[in-house]
Every structure is written in structure tokens, then in C-alpha cells.
T-cell receptor, first 113, second 114 residues
Framework: AQSVTQPDIHITVSEGASLELRCNYSYGATPYLFWYVQSPGQGLQLLLKYFSGDTLVQGIKGFEAEFKRSQSSFNLRKPSVHWSDAAEYFCAVEVNRDDKIIFGKGTRLHILP | NAGVTQTPKFQVLKTGQSMTLQCAQDMNHNSMYWYRQDPGMGLRLIYYSASEGTTDKGEVPNGYNVSRLNKREFSLRLESAAPSQTSVYFC?????????????FGPGTRLTVL
């Protein structure tokens, strides 16, 4: 069965430090890939998505993600985090081209001042 | 544009009671979705509607029913609430089916079943 794995439940980084959140998927072909962010008490907001072409994708709020087919990964990165980036981040995949997406369990990001 | 709106924001039910969660979008989207979010579980799809007049089950449909009232509105009904349905419920919408479309989420309904 298709699945999405976010191995880190919590990550803590200092403000200004770089960030990488990991995501691996299990699927035979290349799925559509997404990263969403959820601020406390809010709904989810799309950061970026990949469906074809350049494997390095730029998103909003200074985030980027790189699709690596050989590793079945789609890791999210940011060169320098801000306190406002504290939130929960969800990786998601769409495998059947039908807009039904499978979410990972999420990674909660904490920022140290 | 209000985007995706959900009512109510909070609700407490007793076991066995029924209720309907309302969702509306003003973006002229064709597809709409209901998810539940539980700690450590991410979001799980309950039901979705690819277009007006159609609905289909997601990953966790048991205990729920849905109605796609018109293009704008998609409601979720709990006929006989159980404590296991305590969760945060999110409605979402997207332009169409066919892949790689951004889903827009409402602010959520926090439901507690006693």
C-alpha cells in the first residue's frame, strides 16, 4: 500500500539555523508530492508541490524541496528559519491522479530564540 | 473571498447524539473533502466529492455520512456519535480532480464526544 513516512515527530532548531525535514514515500511510480504547513489552531496551507520537471521546487515563505527518485524522498529545506516558522509540517502524496492525497503523520518544528 | 468556511468551530456531544458539520467554499471549486486529524496520525480522508452530485469513501468512512448539497456546500453527518469520533475535522476543496491540485483547507471543527 502507498504510504508516506516522516521519520521525525519533533525537530528543534535555533532561529537563523538551517532546516531539513525528511519525507519518504512508498509507491512504484512517481507520485505528485506536496508539503503543507499547519500553524497552531489553523487549517493547512500548501508550501510547495512537485509533479514533474525540475526536481528542486521553490515554495512560499522561503522553503524549497528536492525530489530524489532514487531515494523515494522529498525533503523540505529552508536556509535560515524564523520564529514564525514554528508549526507542524505535513508531507503528502497523490498517487492516483484523483486529488486524493495521503498525508504523513507530521513533523512539529520548534524554534529556539 | 472567505475561502473555505466551517461551522461550528467547537462542539461537545454526548455518546449517541447526532450532528452535522457544515462546510462551504466560495472559490467555485469542483472537488471537496472531509478529513479528521488525530494526534500522531496526520490527516485521514473520511469522504470526498469529486463534483456536485458525487461522493466517495475515503480511508475512514465508518460512522459518517456526507451530502454534497450543491457545488458550494459539503456536509458531514455523525448519526450516532461515539467517543472514538472525538477529533478535529477539516474540510478542504480543490479546483478539480486530475492531479496535483492544491487543496484549500478550512479552519477546522474541534469535536468532543463524551
Amino acid at each position: 500500500a502507498q504510504s508516506v513516512t516522516q521519520p521525525d515527530i519533533h525537530i528543534t532548531v535555533s532561529e537563523g539555523a538551517s532546516l531539513e525535514l525528511r519525507c519518504n514515500y512508498s509507491y512504484g511510480a512517481t507520485p505528485y508530492l506536496f508539503w503543507y504547513v499547519q500553524s497552531p489552531g489553523q487549517g493547512l496551507q500548501l508550501l510547495l508541490k512537485y509533479f514533474s520537471g525540475d526536481t528542486l521546487v521553490q515554495g512560499i515563505k522561503g522553503f524549497e524541496a528536492e525530489f530524489k527518485r532514487s531515494q523515494s524522498s522529498f525533503n523540505l529545506r529552508k536556509p535560515s528559519v524564523h520564529w514564525s516558522d514554528a508549526a507542524e509540517y505535513f508531507c503528502a502524496v497523490e498517487v492516483n491522479r484523483d486529488d486524493k492525497i495521503i498525508f504523513g503523520k507530521g513533523t512539529r518544528l520548534h524554534i529556539l530564540p | 473571498n472567505a475561502g473555505v468556511t466551517q461551522t461550528p468551530k467547537f462542539q461537545v456531544l454526548k455518546t449517541g447524539q447526532s450532528m452535522t458539520l457544515q462546510c462551504a467554499q466560495d472559490m467555485n471549486h469542483n472537488s471537496m473533502y472531509w478529513y479528521r486529524q488525530d494526534p500522531g496520525m496526520g490527516l485521514r480522508l473520511i469522504y470526498y466529492s469529486a463534483s456536485e452530485g458525487t461522493t466517495d469513501k475515503g480511508e475512514v468512512p465508518n460512522g459518517y455520512n456526507v451530502s454534497r448539497l450543491n457545488k458550494r456546500e459539503f456536509s458531514l453527518r455523525l448519526e450516532s456519535a461515539a467517543p472514538s469520533q472525538t477529533s478535529v475535522y477539516f474540510c478542504a476543496s480543490s479546483w478539480t480532480s486530475g492531479g496535483a491540485n492544491e487543496q484549500f483547507f478550512g479552519p477546522g471543527t474541534r469535536l468532543t464526544v463524551l
